[in-house]
């Protein structure tokens, strides 16, 4: 069924339009449009914004600004965030990451949602036109939130800092048995001094590892250093069940995994 | 339903139409505008057969609405020959014996086009990478990923 897609100009006017019960915000397509494909009738009009704002990248001074409309594709493809271009790719297929955005990936339930983890690792904050959030506090209440998300917000990692890995069983794409993003800050002496994990798949949105997270501070990224955190890893997740895993399996593999990132 | 003006270029030529609003891209080739090439798969974003070129990027027609192409440059497999004569990667999905069932083709053939047109000589695993999003469910994907390859190949033997 065709669903009425109204154009804005500004957040402001789109946000308000947004407010009308039934109506869903249009970014890059990926998730709405394929919910009315599929017959989801709680979808009864479409609402989208063209301000530019909402499409630029702005680095500077060691921060960065990702606007909502920003593809994966523009993001792995930019010169100052290779950091972050393994998780850009990790999203979908090309064509999927042409047209998936940041915004949109915020929403998007497990086992999809990979940049999401990402963003959760690096303590990204949320920009919407209700003000900001830290992004633990934006996912805990997505599921509530009508306003229009318009940026993310993060400092960019030291080099070396950040890791991610995806796990699927399909090369070079396929859809999530797992993912991990990591932030890692060490001293001279190569101890972790500060450590932020996020996961995928460990629950119906990206969660944090906190307990491993504190397994970590002051050992060594060697096999010693990280068994504890490995241990403590799959302390309160609740991995999802779908045709790619069960929740037992990726409860299983989770510290495997873990340790590879952590070692690598 | 709303109607709502469209003008975007099709393969080359000026298209206008007065679409219903929230009409997907791939609806409005298929139903409104007569091509027929692109295919309509999964309507998910998973199996690739949507694929067209928009403005330089492969998207899925299927998840993309009609009306935000508006002034858009859009191209489908429909459009690749040229009076009468196959595009190179047309010709080598014959010769290599890619197509079976034939539905995933075009989209395979838009993936495979953008590729070749940022990267004339890719790697087999740039090939592998670039159909990535593309299903095929007859092939085993060899005799695809060969005839990018040939395609390819063809390419820089006319440019040499």
Known sequence: ?264 | MAKVPVQFTLNGSEKAEFIDSGTTLLNALRDKIGDTSPKGGCHQGTCGACSVIIDGELRLSCLTLAETCNRAAITTTSGLAEGGVLHPLQRAFLDTFATQCGFCTPGMIMAAKVLLDHTPDPSRDEVVEALSGNICRCTGYEPIIQAVLTAARANSQNAA
Request: charged share 20%.
């Open chain 1, 1 to 264: 069924m065709a669903l009425a897609l109204q154009t804005f100009p500004t957040v402001k006017d789109a946000n308000a339009a947004l407010q009308t019960a039934g109506t869903r915000y249009l970014g890059g397509g990926t998730l709405v449009i394929r919910a009315a494909n599929e017959g989801d009738v709680s979808v009864s009009g479409l609402v989208r914004s063209t301000d530019p704002a909402l499409s630029a990248i702005a680095i500077a001074g060691g921060k960065v600004r990702i606007g909502a409309s920003v593809s994966m594709a523009a993001i792995a493809r930019h010169p100052d965030l290779g950091a972050l271009a393994k998780a850009a790719r990790a999203v979908g297929g090309p064509a999927i990451r042409n047209m998936a955005t940041v915004g949109g990936n915020l929403f998007a339930p497990a086992p999809y949602g990979d940049f999401a983890v990402a963003l959760l690792a690096l303590d990204a904050t949320v920009g919407t036109e209700d003000g900001e959030l830290p992004i633990e506090i934006f996912l805990a209440k997505r599921d509530g939130s009508r306003a229009i998300v318009t940026a993310v917000s993060f400092t960019l990692p030291k080099d070396d800092s950040f890791r991610f890995l995806k796990v699927s069983r399909v090369k070079p794409k396929g859809v999530s048995v797992l993912s991990i993003a990591a932030v890692l800050e060490r001293v001279a002496d190569g101890t972790v001094s500060s450590a932020r994990i996020a996961l995928g798949c460990m629950a119906d949105r990206p969660v944090r590892a906190k307990a491993a997270e504190k397994a970590l501070l002051g050992k060594s990224l060697d096999r010693d250093g990280i068994a504890a955190a490995l241990a403590a890893v799959t302390e309160g997740i609740a991995p999802i069940t779908d045709p790619i895993a069960s929740a037992w399996y990726r409860a299983e593999v989770l510290p495997v995994h873990l340790g590879r990132l952590l070692l690598s």
